[in-house]
């Protein structure tokens, strides 16, 4: 039996002992026990919601959802954030919100969306340590250089590291191309705790370098079959540039996709050009091209990536026709979506 049946009980078998002032006041108690027991019903349901949403947008995101569909979700968490708001649960609202913010970005291409979403949030809860905003920070500094804001990128830093949220030192690093060179980050011998958020803030200051609305940068570079190719030789055309590591473990599935939008839309301006960051073909070349890829690939990219503020297993940038990056790190659906903008389909 639970503690607030057996009070319950306990204070009927008082009541029926003594006067009326006894049973008022046993009554009002009990009207507050069952105002508890509905409001830990409402927390209850809201655990429920939250669980159900976060599964949906699990879900759809390995399916080929449409964008009134992304958008009816983006809708129905945003009702959940501020329902957990009025609640008082701040650390889920904060949670729900990083959710849409993410939704806004990748699935609805909006990440000033997303940036002006999470701005909010950090405006709402400054000046506390609770909620944990960090991975607020760490968002913010991701959609704004998608968005190629690298002052902005630059003030979020400065803000961090003076508010209560700061979290020490940052980490040194270097590597990070995949499997073969590891990421490796310098633990600093200052006292204190050190600030992996700081870090993760300053990888997105330089991938700001070649943010949405940045001239794609120049390089040259030298194909698998020897043939040179340049930024210069792809103007007047739609370019998805992209960077990845042999053995990234969704490579197989997106390189299909990518085929699937190179046989629909290279007719009408689409080139693809693969760069790895492996400094030499392996056998995973003979497989792309019984897979079906028929465009360049290239190997040790590495300089390539770097220019593009990449490292990692995977990324990528669409150009335009006038040689401006009009998407950066798409996938899946947003792929299609982004080529077709490009394009102007």
């Given at each position: 039996m ?17 006067g009326?002032?006894?049973?008022a ?16 019903g ?9 669980k ?30 501020g329902?957990l ?6 650390d889920?609202?904060v ?5 849409q ?21 950090r ?9 944990d905003?960090?991975p607020?920070?760490?968002?913010l500094a991701?959609?704004l250089?998608?968005?190629?804001d ?17 979290d ?60 040179r190719h ?6 007047g055309?739609?370019?998805l ?23 629909r ?27 079906g ?17 990449l ?8 150009v335009?026709?006038r ?23």
């Open positions: 639970s503690s607030n049946r057996r009070l319950e009980r306990g204070i009927v078998q008082a009541a029926g002992k003594g009326a002032m006894r049973s006041i046993l009554m009002t108690v009990l009207m507050l026990l069952a105002a508890t027991r509905i409001e830990a409402d927390t209850a349901d809201l655990q429920v919601q939250m159900r949403l976060l599964s949906k947008v699990q879900a759809l995101g390995s399916s080929a959802a449409s964008a009134e569909e992304w958008s009816r979700l983006n809708a129905r968490l945003d009702r959940l954030a329902e708001a009025g609640a008082g649960r701040a889920e609202e949670r729900v919100r990083l959710v913010a993410r939704v806004l970005a990748r699935r609805l291409g909006d990440p000033r969306g997303a940036v002006e979403l999470l701005e909010g949030v405006r709402k809860y400054a000046g506390g340590r609770r909620p905003l960090r607020v920070y760490v968002a991701r959609y250089a998608q968005c190629g690298r002052s902005r990128i630059r003030e979020l830093i400065t803000e961090f590291v003076q508010s209560p949220q700061y020490g030192e940052k980490y040194p690093y270097s590597g990070g191309w995949g499997r073969e060179i590891p990421l490796k980050v310098v633990r600093p011998r200052a006292r204190g705790a050190d600030s992996l958020t700081v870090t993760a803030m300053e990888k997105y200051l330089k991938e700001s370098m070649a943010g949405v609305g940045s001239p794609c940068p120049p390089f040259v570079v030298v194909d698998v079959a020897g043939r340049t930024r210069g030789e792809y103007i055309r739609v370019l540039i992209e960077f990845w590591q042999p053995g990234w473990a969704g490579w197989r599935r997106h390189f299909q996709r990518l085929i699937a939008a190179y046989d839309y290279h007719s009408q301006g689409l080139d693809i050009l693969s760069v790895s960051y492996a400094p030499r073909p392996g056998p995973e070349v003979g497989e792309l091209r019984r897979m890829v028929r465009w360049p690939l290239v190997y040790d990219g590495r300089t390539v990536a770097a220019r593009f503020g490292f990692g297993e995977w990324g990528n940038a669409v335009n026709r040689g401006v990056i009009t998407a950066r790190d798409v996938r899946e659906g947003e792929l299609s979506r982004a080529v077709r903008e490009a394009l102007g389909l």
